[in-house]
């Protein structure tokens, strides 16, 4: 099925790697104008490269933001240039995040500070920038990636789980703040996904975790990245304040 968002326009954060770069990558195969936040120039100009190759129409448009989530007004006046030269966007995809694991007795306030401006904080300051837009559209997607980890929880990821946790409660509730405009808002969250991030882990965990899957693999950003078009398109204009579970059935 081609042209799912034609016309349409998509900003996904940390889209210049892994799951947000294939999210990104796929929307412009189906159609849309992409922007991209990021915090590597480097990684992001090779995204934007692939985004002109992959589009399917010469009225597409692609730009990339280095832009730390994170900060309120870093976010605030970068969108509020792209709703200057885009006029509105359709879809937001809030795909930033890190991870600083440790045991809670052993974690510094430092590292939960961060995880949780970074994963949390971040998907606060897009949406409430582009909630106004999208209401007055009486149109819009938003889908923010979380994780298993905020479903299940996991010893020496009290932060992480935490931002994930707070992604669900966050996006249920504005869900129904949005509703009466046309306004979806969902949640995707991935199970063990090949990632920089993944690719990190020992060998030992990695065998763990492929042990618990039903599906016995590891996914691929393009499994999340599928689940994301989906939420994106007409296809999901019936759905909102769900959380889409893409992890070869670990949490059945």
């Not at 933001?65 to 509020?80: I, R």
Request: glycine share 8%; proline share 2%.
């Amino acid at each position: 099925m081609q042209q799912m968002l034609k016309g349409k326009k998509a900003l996904v954060t940390g889209g210049t790697a892994g799951i947000g770069r294939e999210i990104a990558l796929q929307f412009a195969r189906q159609g849309a104008s992409v922007a991209i936040f990021g915090t590597n120039e480097e990684r992001a100009k090779a995204v934007l490269e692939e985004l002109e190759k992959a589009k399917i129409s010469e009225e597409q448009k692609f730009a990339y933001y280095l832009v730390d989530v994170a900060h309120s007004k870093n976010v605030e006046g970068t969108v509020a240039n792209i709703l200057k030269d885009w006029s509105h966007i359709d879809i937001l995809v809030n795909n930033a995040g890190i991870t600083r694991d440790n045991l809670l007795m052993r974690m510094s306030e430092e590292d939960w500070d961060l995880v949780v401006d970074v994963n949390l904080k971040s998907v606060y300051n897009t949406c409430r920038v582009l909630a106004r837009s999208m209401m007055k559209a009486r149109s819009g997607k938003i889908i923010n990636i979380t994780s298993v980890i905020g479903l299940t929880g996991n010893a020496g990821q009290t932060n992480y789980a935490a931002s994930k946790s707070g992604m669900i409660g966050f996006s249920k509730s504005l869900a129904k703040e949005l509703a009466s405009r046309n306004v979806c808002v969902n949640c995707i969250a991935p199970g063990y996904i090949e990632t920089q991030m993944t690719q990190e882990l020992p060998a030992q965990v990695k065998e763990a975790v492929l042990s618990k899957i039903p599906l016995s693999r590891i996914g691929q950003p393009s499994d999340i990245a599928y689940a994301a078009l989906f939420l994106a398109s007409d296809l999901a204009n019936y759905i909102t304040g769900q959380v889409l579970t893409v992890d070869g059935g670990m949490v059945i």
